[in-house]
């Protein structure tokens, strides 16, 4: 009985441990399975962003290939590169711009583990943006009677307002820029050379130019003399702290970006002005370093006109094949040189100077607030009799004492814009002699001349015209893009006086986005004559005067306005369209293709 | 014939055997389930992690702007630490529409640990309305918004969007933080 009993206990330990291994194994399979769908999961989303860098890669390489091969560039249908290789379709719309579709594929097409898609769009020509109603240069702004802003204005000088004025948004006076350069450094004659960078690997890549300013204050911009070959990146130019004679990589003061189509491929332009998000601060006579960050491109890439003769006695230049390096090597150029460079501080009180029932209905930023109703927030250094949200400062939040002035804005156009668009019309035909324009078609070139309009003839305009007289439009003529250009611009460049009067009106093709700008080119610095007179009411367009005085009168609703200087008179009123910060300025058959912003779609 | 049995030292050995053997037993079992809870965890914490980053920086290039709030008026959801309101450009058959924009909200729900990405078209688009769920175990998000030289920039002038994003995920008892940071620039901007 005993022995039966032993016999029917034995092997229970055996029966618990085949269940435990059993829960252990079990678990162990959960955990494996577990981990395989983590792996998967983990390679397939490193393979995908591969292949989505992959895609942008692909529409890189077919807008490069735009710029270097012409509309000939037909895609490709597939090209390894790293850990994949990447397909790219062109499609067009229109004659000027390209549709790119671009696949990528991980690890390759046939045998794709991920594949993700994006198209673009990239058309001929310039992108600018106007980001304010109104954005005047040096000059400033003078508001008189009722006239009235619809949008945001910056200005380089100061606003004044006058009685029931109005801005509705905001109003923006940079801190005042001194006229002459602080430091500078300028080649002359034999002295002058070219300092190439950008251009070979391990060579010259990032360039530096070391200079000590005369006083403390903000440095509100800087020029440099540069020029292009090909259409290389854009350039990011850094103001540094030294480091033992070099820049120091962890002590970048201020930042700017100097798009690559504001620099011509000569230097038959004046010094390329940059200025930054925010003025820096610099110390009299310490050592600090203007930094041109490019990227590596054997066939596209920079020259930096230099001084043989190293006339400037305030630093000295330096490059790097990687200025963000752990350790960067900075050499000494050789042979020596200086970079031609200019250096212009801040410090010239700017204001904004209103009336009784002057309003401001955004914020206001200015050295100096005086006889303003601001319906936003106040920064400043001094103010008098102003109200913020209804009160007076003091203890009122939404006034901000004590704020650094704006730093000043370029204008959007670059010279290298204007003289692209002038070759390009220049290459189109050249006319002499005036004209009387009426229900005809303009075609791109250059009119040596005067033209004029009137009794409401509509004139349809094939950009880019350049016009080395005055243009004259008056009694409601309509000048108007051709609709074939569909959502791209177009400008017509005027050497002399643009002169609406009577319901001109400028205009697009019809199309979304699509807009006309008269572009006067009238130094008003001198003669003190307007380069725009707008009279009459009824007028409307986007204006621009670079280097002259706008004066609009009576009542007109223009779309954006830029110029040096502008004085709005008896009820203006300028309505700003959101649109304009994005306008693509077609530039004709022999520009470069850009993207145009806006149309990155992942698909 | 004796009776023949156990010895009380058999018996004490036996018993102290078979204890020894036991705690053993219930020592791998509780270590093992330990174990599979903490790695599964693990796995879905990073399940979780790699499809959020990748949901949000989808959704990131494609933006134009970042918006302040949306609705513009009367605002339900800002731009903030913890939400995030993109400006995308609507779609239409032709591709994307000029100036005229759908708003996508990536934000906390009332659960704090779901997050969620919300989008509203405009009337014009073709793109279709969204609420969904990007995780449930959500521990934390924070964006933040750069310039170009990736400093910090208010959220209206961003060009890239930082995020960082924690989750937290708990079977049984047993649970971990797990963290990723990522960022992404604005290819609409």
Request: aromatic letters at 8%; a negative charge; glycine letters at 10%.
């Amino acid at each position: 009985m005993d022995k039966n009993i032993t016999n029917k206990e034995s092997g229970q330990m055996l029966v618990l441990s085949i269940i435990v291994a059993a829960l252990v194994l079990v678990n162990g399979l959960m955990i494996l399975a577990g981990s395989q769908t983590f792996f998967q999961n983990t390679t397939y989303t490193v393979a995908s962003a591969q292949a989505l860098q992959l895609a942008e890669a692909g529409a890189d390489k077919a807008l490069a290939s735009f710029n270097t091969a012409g509309s000939s560039y037909s895609g490709e249908s597939e090209t390894a590169l790293g850990a994949g290789s990447f397909s790219v379709a062109i499609s067009s719309e229109g004659p000027d711009t390209k549709i790119i579709t671009a696949t990528g594929y991980v690890p390759s097409k046939t045998n794709a583990k991920a594949k993700r898609t994006i198209s673009i769009k990239a058309a001929r020509g310039a992108g600018i943006s106007f980001n304010y109603g109104v954005q005047v240069g040096e000059g400033g702004l003078k508001m008189e009677n009722s006239s009235e802003i619809e949008g945001s204005v910056f200005s380089n000088g100061s606003i004044s307002m006058e009685n029931s004025t109005r801005i509705s948004g905001d109003a923006i006076v940079a801190g005042g820029t001194a006229p002459e350069a602080d430091q500078q450094a300028l080649c002359s004659g034999i002295s002058c050379t070219d300092f190439i960078f950008g251009r070979f690997p391990n060579g010259p890549i990032d360039m530096a130019q070391s200079f000590k300013s005369a006083a403390s204050g903000y440095l509100n911009k800087v020029a440099l003399n540069l020029k292009k070959v090909g259409s290389p990146y854009d350039l990011t130019i850094r103001i540094m702290r030294d480091d033992g004679g070099k820049p120091d990589k962890n002590q970048v003061l201020a930042t700017g970006i100097l798009t690559s189509d504001r620099v011509g491929s000569d230097y038959s332009l004046p010094f390329i002005e940059i200025g930054f998000g925010s003025a820096p601060s610099l110390i009299a006579d310490t050592t600090y370093w203007i930094v041109a960050d490019a990227y590596q491109d054997s066939s596209n890439y920079w020259m930096w006109s230099a001084d043989l003769s190293q006339g400037y006695t305030g630093g000295v230049s330096r490059w790097s094949p990687n200025w963000q390096a752990g350790n960067p090597v900075w050499d000494d150029t050789s042979p020596p040189v200086d970079l031609d460079f200019k250096t212009y501080m801040g410090g010239v009180a700017t204001s904004i100077i209103g009336a009784n029932t002057a309003l401001i209905t955004g914020d206001a930023r200015a050295n100096t607030l005086q006889d303003l109703s601001i319906g936003g927030e106040a920064y400043y250094q001094l103010q008098q009799n102003i109200k913020v949200g209804g009160s007076s400062c003091g203890s009122n939040p939404e006034c901000h004492p004590g704020s650094p002035d704006p730093a000043p804005v370029p204008m959007p156009i670059s010279e290298a814009n204007i003289n692209s668009w002038k070759d390009d019309a220049e290459n189109a035909g050249t006319y002499t002699g005036d004209m009387i324009i009426c229900n005809a078609v303009l075609t791109s070139g250059k009119y040596v001349g005067n033209i004029s309009s009137n009794n409401g003839c509509t004139t349809i305009i094939m950009p880019p015209v350049w016009i080395t007289g005055n243009l004259s439009l008056s009694n409601n003529v309509t000048y108007k893009l051709d609709p074939s250009m569909g959502g791209a611009s177009g400008v017509i460049l005027v050497d002399g006086r643009i002169i609406l009067s009577n319901g001109a009106k400028i205009m697009g093709s019809g199309s979304t986005g699509s807009y006309l700008m008269v572009l006067s080119l009238y130094d008003s610095r001198e003669s003190g004559l307007s380069a725009i007179d707008v009279s009459n009411g009824g007028n409307q367009g986007i204006l621009y005067a670079p280097l002259g005085l706008a004066d609009i009168k009576n009542t007109n609703s223009l779309n954006e306005l830029t110029a040096w200087k502008v004085i709005l008179r008896n009820n203006v009123e300028v309505g700003y369209e959101t649109g304009l910060t994005s306008v693509f300025f077609s530039s004709g058959p022999t520009g470069s293709y850009s993207v145009i912003k806006g149309t990155y779609q992942l698909r | 014939m004796r009776d023949s049995g156990f010895s009380l030292l058999e018996i004490v050995i036996v018993i102290g055997v078979s204890v020894i053997v036991g705690l053993l037993i219930v020592s791998i079992l509780v270590s093992n389930t330990g174990f599979s809870y903490k790695q599964t965890a693990i796995v879905s914490e990073g399940l979780s992690l790699n499809d959020v980053i990748r949901e949000i920086d989808d959704v990131v290039r494609q933006a134009s702007s970042v918006a302040v709030s949306y609705p513009e008026t009367e605002p339900i959801f800002t731009t903030g630490d913890e939400t995030l309101v993109l400006k995308l450009p609507s779609l239409s058959a032709a591709g994307n529409m000029d100036e005229v924009y759908d708003f996508l909200v990536i934000a906390k729900d009332e659960n704090p640990k779901i997050l969620k990405i919300k989008i509203f078209p405009d009337p014009q688009s073709s793109r279709a309305s969204q609420d969904k769920v990007l995780t449930t175990i959500l521990s934390s998000v924070k964006f933040s918004y750069l310039d170009e030289n990736g400093n910090t920039a208010p959220p209206s002038s961003a060009v890239s969007i930082g995020v960082d994003l924690t989750v937290l995920s708990k079977t049984g008892s047993i649970g971990s933080n797990r963290s990723v940071s990522a960022v992404t620039k604005l290819r609409n901007n």
